[in-house]
């Protein structure tokens, strides 16, 4: 008879280092705070459609189309991405048992806040000051 393969190691005892436990803690942080952004953009489109109009009382954001995108981006691409940035890592860490690797946690860690992709839209807006962002950007 096969020996099943162990779902968790025996992880008793084990505490993440509290250095991992801070960055980990951090990008929960920011996904939740990206949640509750798009919750109230995704109120404010509501509102909107039944013809009260709250939309402007958001920084930047003058129409429905505006703050539909803000929805969009804080709930599907920040949270989902941050939350799941703390979410895998912690969960991998404490089915081994083992710490995680501090240099790649910070390199997410910074990813997550930098993003390479704002490094090339602003790479992009030296080359075209004035032009508009093209869509696919977004």
């Known amino acids: 008879m096969a020996v099943?393969?162990?779902?968790?190691?025996?992880?008793?005892?084990?505490e993440l280092p509290m250095d991992q436990r801070r960055v980990l803690r951090w990008m929960i942080y920011i996904g939740y705070a990206a949640l509750t952004a798009g919750v109230f953009h995704g109120l404010a489109n509501a509102l909107s459609y039944a013809k009260i109009d709250v939309i402007?009382?958001?920084?930047?954001?003058?129409?429905?189309?505006?703050?539909?995108?803000?929805h969009g981006v804080a709930n599907v691409i920040i949270f989902t991405f941050?939350?799941?940035?703390?979410?895998?890592?912690?969960?991998?860490?404490?089915?081994?048992?083992?710490?995680?690797s501090s240099r790649l946690l910070w390199a997410s860690f910074i990813a997550l806040l930098v993003g390479n992709m704002l490094l090339v839209l602003r790479a992009w807006r030296r080359e075209h000051p004035g032009a508009r962002i093209p869509l696919l950007v977004y």
């Open 4 to 14: 099943p393969t162990p779902t968790v190691s025996d992880p008793t005892g084990y």
């Open 82 to 100: 941050s939350f799941s940035n703390a979410f895998l890592p912690l969960m991998t860490a404490r089915a081994r048992g083992r710490p995680l």
């Open 56 to 70: 402007g009382y958001f920084p930047a954001l003058h129409t429905y189309y505006q703050g539909l995108t803000a």
